[in-house]
């Protein structure tokens, strides 16, 4: 998609990132429209690294992002700059794997399981300490874990009871009945360990001055401008990180952003303009990578209109879009057409899921099985200033039209837009939602469950008993071949059923000097900036 | 009425045109939909959580209640926690207007540097060819979108020729002066235009006025007469117009912000209404309100010194 896509794209309800990258669009995108993007991107010029040294180790890593953090405490953590700040100062027990599709040890070495499938015992790698220099023991993890099980996170332990520490490299996890999602649970940010009892400090005084097991700490924090990390000298992972600092400038203007890569003052950039992709590739000194992402775009349709509640209107949707347009003219070619609600990228993703593709003819089929047979008027919500998203409107609306459905296009704010969504006052509007950890349960539960996910389906109050029990048993399965094929049916169902409209899965971008080495960003998005070095 | 009394009256009227001024956002910001904590929790936003952040905020406390709490900590000097970014407001606001502040004064200083030389000439040389072209410059000028100079400026000065930094705000007294550069230049070139004009033609009004002519005929020489007398009483009624032109600047600096990625008011305040942080925006609402007040007061002031026929009624 193209950056603004990134910036605004992004969900009203499913996501924290939502909020913060389309704030950036509302604000920002309208001082520069996308077409500069092109503009700028074409006039060639040379780059001047920031880093020249020759080194390869030691430098400072200048980043660019588009907003700031809002939080450096894990457990209160939900945006997304939040949350990949937060895990390069303090770790998990496990970590989602570079494929996005499961979860490897990191703080721990390993785990064993009980027979009833209820205590999950883990092992703590001997040679941890903090960044202040005092080992990682089992206290800090149970401090951790039960601080997050108070924190607006504290949904993904919803299943934890109690936890033990038989000794000080051992942590015991009980849950109230087996549970699949653990190791992925234990991998959430908010349950990254910090020091038992923050070192007897207040939340406020301890987060001035963080202490975690991370590569990183924290050096200073100028709020809506820079946040910038310096190396922790006592970091488990032998010679790493190779990198003195790393300086988070927060830059929500993606043409800015691109500016300050080709003038030299950015080494990293997030989220280059789609449009500018190309030329940024063919320019000299910068490179672009397209990280396969757990991101998945869609519409959401409030059921509490009649007309969506009708399964045959929504199927008729689904048939009615043409994802390869939005994909080619909004995306610029850079994203992948999708149907199904679990992108390529999650654990458990099912190939072949039926896909409810463009079909023109279908669609009037399935409109004409449905109770409005002769289509209706409705309205697609966007926020203001939101490019991509409008143009993705545009595309739909014209797609509605060839079977009958009048849709209007209505622009708001994005905070007005959520309160609509949570009252249940708008028809249609576009929607994200991402995976933080290598397991689909963060996001199954309020993508498409009533009063179980605590956002309704995802504001689209679709209310399916059968779905919500497949949601359950996924949870209470340990066995990652059962619960293989209970995702496979949830994604067939969702597939049939339609609650959302999936229209795309699409990469984060990132843009870099030649200079950098070693940037690598899983699907779930937490790059570990120890591995980059500067040459 | 004397200067000193006039003030103090002006300064008194500053008190209840605040309150009006908070008061309205107050009301403004609490109609319209959306609310803090539905946006700050996005996937998280149950209606358990939502509620523990409202209570934390104060926000489900009544309207008048917050009003009022809000002005006992106004008074106090402080305009409680972002809820944003569990901060003082006051810090994070005070750190972004110091950004703005600089760029606003950086920014009519290079207005006033541009505009007075051109206008010198333009009047001097009135209705030949330095003239004509200084007066096509407004015309070209005003035309010009601040965004797309902007954009020109980068990629001359800062891409091209390294000359500038293209965005950003560096430490330090001569990491503001090099990195606010071309974003004060971009304001200055949105100013300069209005600026040249009037001042021209006051210009050419004063050096066509019986006392430039009375000093002349003293022997005075030409570069003085122009200095002492013309310049000084044509810069009275352009000052008044640069005074207009900063307190539209208080509140016009976004763009420039946004595309230089300065962490100024203007980019502040647009993110603080996206996420409903309404401390922030009544803090910065109170202190724009204060400041254009201010400056039009510091306008009317520096003008009664500059023409002595001024008088405070």
């Known amino acids: 998609m193209t950056d603004s896509a990134r910036e605004t794209g992004l969900p009203p309800a499913l996501s924290r990132r939502s909020f913060l990258r389309r704030t950036a669009a509302g604000?920002?995108?309208?001082?520069?429209?996308?077409?500069?993007?092109?503009?700028?991107?074409?006039?060639?010029?040379?780059?001047?690294?920031?880093?020249?040294?020759?080194?390869?180790?030691?430098?400072?890593?200048?980043?660019?992002?588009?907003?700031?953090?809002?939080?450096?405490?894990p457990?209160?953590?939900?945006?997304?700059?939040?949350?990949?700040?937060?895990?390069?100062?303090?770790?998990?027990?496990?970590?989602?794997?570079?494929?996005?599709?499961?979860?490897?040890?990191?703080?721990?070495?390993?785990?064993?399981?009980?027979?009833?499938?209820?205590t999950w015992t883990f092992h703590l790698r001997p040679d941890i300490n903090f960044s202040d220099g005092s080992p990682l023991t089992s206290q800090d993890v149970k401090f951790t874990l039960e601080r997050s099980m108070k924190g607006p996170n504290a949904y993904i332990l919803s299943a934890v009871d109690g936890i033990d520490t038989p000794a000080a490299d051992t942590v015991v996890v009980h849950t109230t009945h087996p549970w699949g999602p653990l190791l992925g649970d234990i991998s959430m940010y908010s349950n990254a360990v910090l020091p038992n009892n923050l070192r007897g400090e207040k939340d406020a005084a301890f987060f001035q001055n963080p202490i975690g097991t991370g590569p990183f700490t924290l050096k200073s924090w100028t709020k809506g401008q820079s946040l910038v990390l310096t190396k922790n000298p006592h970091y488990w992972q032998p010679g790493k990180p190779h990198l003195d600092t790393v300086t988070f400038m927060t830059v929500p203007d993606s043409n800015t952003r691109v500016l300050q890569l080709r003038g030299g003052q950015a080494d990293i950039i997030e989220a280059p303009p789609f449009s500018s992709v190309s030329n940024l590739q063919a320019t000299s000194g910068i490179k672009v990578d397209l990280f396969p992402s757990t991101a998945v775009f869609f519409v959401q349709m409030n059921e509490k209109r009649p007309q969506f509640a009708d399964m045959h209107v929504r199927r008729a949707i689904s048939y009615a879009i043409d994802r390869n347009s939005i994909v080619k003219d909004v995306l610029f070619g850079h994203g992948q057409p999708g149907a199904s609600i679990f992108s390529p990228a999650w654990p458990f993703y099912d190939a072949s899921t039926p896909k409810l593709w463009y079909d023109p003819a279908t669609a009037?089929?399935?409109?004409?099985?449905?109770?409005?047979?002769?289509?209706?008027?409705?309205?697609?919500?966007?926020?203001?200033?939101?490019?991509?998203?409008?143009?993705?409107?545009?595309?739909?609306?014209?797609?509605?039209?060839?079977?009958?459905?009048?849709?209007?296009?209505?622009?708001?704010?994005?905070?007005?837009?959520?309160?609509?969504?949570?009252?249940?006052?708008?028809?249609?509007?576009?929607?994200?939602?991402?995976?933080?950890?290598?397991?689909?349960?963060?996001?199954?539960?309020?993508?498409?469950?009533?009063?179980?996910?605590?956002?309704?389906?995802?504001?689209?109050?679709?209310?399916?008993?059968?779905?919500?029990?497949?949601?359950?048993?996924?949870?209470?399965?340990?066995?990652?071949?059962?619960?293989?094929?209970?995702?496979?049916?949830?994604?067939?169902?969702?597939?049939?059923?339609?609650?959302?409209?999936?229209?795309?899965?699409?990469?984060?971008?990132?843009?870099?000097?030649?200079?950098?080495?070693?940037?690598?960003?899983?699907?779930?998005?937490?790059?570990?900036?120890?591995?980059?070095?500067?040459? | 009425m004397g200067r000193g009394i006039y003030i103090i009256r002006r300064l008194l009227l500053v008190i209840p045109t605040a309150i009006g001024v908070t008061l309205v956002t107050f009301i403004m910001i609490h109609l319209i939909p959306g609310n803090p904590a539905v946006t700050m929790l996005g996937i998280r936003a149950t209606p358990h959580n939502v509620a523990l952040?409202?209570?934390?905020?104060?926000?489900?406390?009544?309207l008048w209640q917050q009003y009022w709490l809000f002005l006992i900590r106004v008074v106090r000097g402080n305009f409680g926690e972002s809820l944003f970014y569990s901060a003082p407001a006051t810090g994070i606001i005070l750190s972004a207007s110091a950004v703005t502040v600089w760029l606003i004064v950086y920014a009519s200083v290079i207005s006033v540097a541009i505009a007075v030389p051109l206008a010198v000439v333009a009047a001097l040389r009135r209705d030949r060819f330095a003239d004509h072209v200084v007066r096509a410059i407004p015309l070209v000028g005003m035309g010009m979108p601040s965004a797309w100079v902007a954009i020109m400026l980068i990629l001359g000065l800062g891409i091209k020729l390294h000359v500038f930094p293209v965005g950003g705000l560096d430490p330090g007294i001569f990491g503001h002066i090099s990195s606010l550069f071309l974003p004060s230049l971009t304001l200055a070139l949105g100013i300069a235009p209005v600026l040249i004009r009037s001042l021209r033609s006051s210009l050419i009004d004063a050096i066509d006025a019986e006392y430039v002519t009375t000093a002349r005929s003293k022997g005075i020489r030409e570069y003085r007469v122009l200095v002492r007398h013309a310049i000084r009483n044509a810069i009275v009624s352009s000052m008044n117009i640069l005074g207009l032109q900063i307190a539209w600047l208080i509140s016009g600096t976004l763009v420039v912000e946004t595309i230089f990625a300065l962490p100024g008011v203007g980019a502040l305040m647009v993110n603080s209404i996206y996420r409903r942080d309404f401390p922030v925006v009544q803090g910065i609402t109170f202190l724009l309100a204060i400041a254009v007040i201010l400056v039009n007061l510091a306008t009317d002031i520096v003008h009664s010194f500059l023409d002595p026929r001024v008088r405070f009624e």
Not at chain 1, 403 to 423: A, C, E, F, R
Not at chain 1, 426 to 454: F, H, Q, R, S, W
Not at chain 1, 488 to 513: F, G, N, S, T
């Open chain 2, 53 to 62: 952040l409202d209570h934390q905020w104060g926000l489900d406390k009544p």
């Open chain 1, 27 to 73: 604000g920002f995108a309208l001082s520069t429209a996308g077409s500069l993007a092109s503009v700028l991107a074409a006039c060639s010029g040379s780059t001047s690294p920031s880093s020249s040294s020759g080194k390869h180790t030691g430098g400072d890593l200048v980043f660019a992002r588009i907003a700031d953090p809002q939080t450096i405490d």
């Open chain 1, 364 to 535: 009037k089929q399935e409109l004409a099985m449905s109770s409005y047979p002769k289509g209706f008027t409705t309205t697609y919500a966007v926020v203001a200033g939101d490019t991509v998203n409008g143009s993705i409107a545009q595309i739909i609306q014209a797609n509605l039209k060839a079977i009958g459905i009048t849709m209007n296009i209505q622009s708001y704010d994005p905070s007005t837009l959520n309160d609509l969504q949570v009252k249940a006052d708008y028809d249609m509007t576009p929607a994200e939602a991402t995976l933080d950890i290598g397991d689909p349960d963060e996001d199954v539960p309020a993508m498409i469950t009533l009063k179980y996910g605590g956002i309704d389906s995802s504001y689209t109050w679709y209310n399916n008993a059968e779905m919500l029990k497949l949601t359950k048993d996924a949870e209470l399965t340990v066995s990652p071949t059962a619960r293989n094929s209970i995702y496979a049916k949830i994604q067939d169902m969702a597939a049939e059923q339609c609650p959302l409209v999936v229209l795309y899965y699409a990469p984060y971008a990132y843009a870099q000097q030649q200079t950098v080495n070693g940037f690598f960003v899983p699907p779930t998005g937490n790059y570990h900036l120890e591995d980059v070095t500067l040459s």
């Open chain 1, 75 to 118: 457990s209160a953590a939900i945006d997304t700059e939040s949350i990949w700040t937060c895990l390069l100062m303090y770790e998990c027990l496990y970590t989602v794997t570079s494929n996005g599709h499961g979860t490897k040890p990191w703080l721990a070495t390993g785990y064993e399981l009980s027979s009833d499938q209820r």
